[in-house]
Each structure stands twice: as C-alpha cells, then as structure tokens.
Nanobody
C-alpha cells in the first residue's frame, strides 16, 4: 500500500521558518515527480511547489518564490519543503503528492496529475 507521510507542520510566527518532510513508500521513488499543495479553510487546494524526478526542474507559485524551497533526497525516499519568511496567508493544510512520471525533467502542476496523496500537515502562521 502506497503511503505518503508528511511531518514538520505546526505553529510559527510571521517571519519564521518551518521545514516539511514527506516520506514516501512509492518505489522506485526516483520514478515519481512530487508536488506540494496546500488548502486553506474555504479555499481550493492549490499547488505550492513541484519537483521533477531527479530534482532538476522545479516550479513555485508566485506567492512563495524566494521564500520556499523544495528539494528531494532519492536515497531517503523523501521530499522536503523549506518555508522561510512565513506569512499569515501561508496558513493551510499542506499535502505532498506523487506522480509516476515518464520524463525525468517534467514537473506537474495540476492536482489531477497526481495518483498518491499524503494526509496533510497543518501549518499555522500567526501575525
């Protein structure tokens, strides 16, 4: 059974940092492009960052560019989201997702592209 398990969420002050991790049981992990999404109360789920199979191609939504960094360690089957300079508007449940990708350099932006999802981790940023 495929599992994606997020961790690292919590409460942070505005301007602070959090690092999310997502441990994946998909194999081989290097065949999967990964994405980070978030959903705030009353809002649609939105892409935050996407990372290709080997990590060489990344996408960030405009509102997090320069503040968030996605990375992956294929030896640990884990993807990360380093979140710096947090803002109250970053408050949401954050999800990681996995998509078995044919091409190593492609990243995927639509939630419909992803077959597997984690349970989500809450990030709350206080002002």
């Amino acid at each position: 059974q495929v599992q994606l398990v997020e961790s690292g969420g919590g409460l942070a002050q505005a301007g602070g940092s959090l690092r999310l991790s997502c441990a994946a049981s998909v194999r081989p992990f290097s065949s999967y492009a990964m994405g980070w999404f978030r959903q705030a109360p009353g809002q649609e789920r939105e892409i935050v960052a996407a990372i290709s199979r080997a990590g060489g191609n990344m996408y960030y939504r405009d509102s997090v560019k320069g503040r968030f960094t996605a990375s992956r360690d294929n030896t640990k089957n884990t993807v990360y989201l380093q979140m710096n300079s947090l803002k109250p508007e970053d408050t949401a449940v954050y999800y990681c997702a996995a998509h078995k990708a044919v091409y190593a350099l492609d990243s995927y932006l639509s939630q419909n592209d992803y077959e597997y999802w984690g349970q989500g981790t809450q990030v709350t940023v206080s002002s």
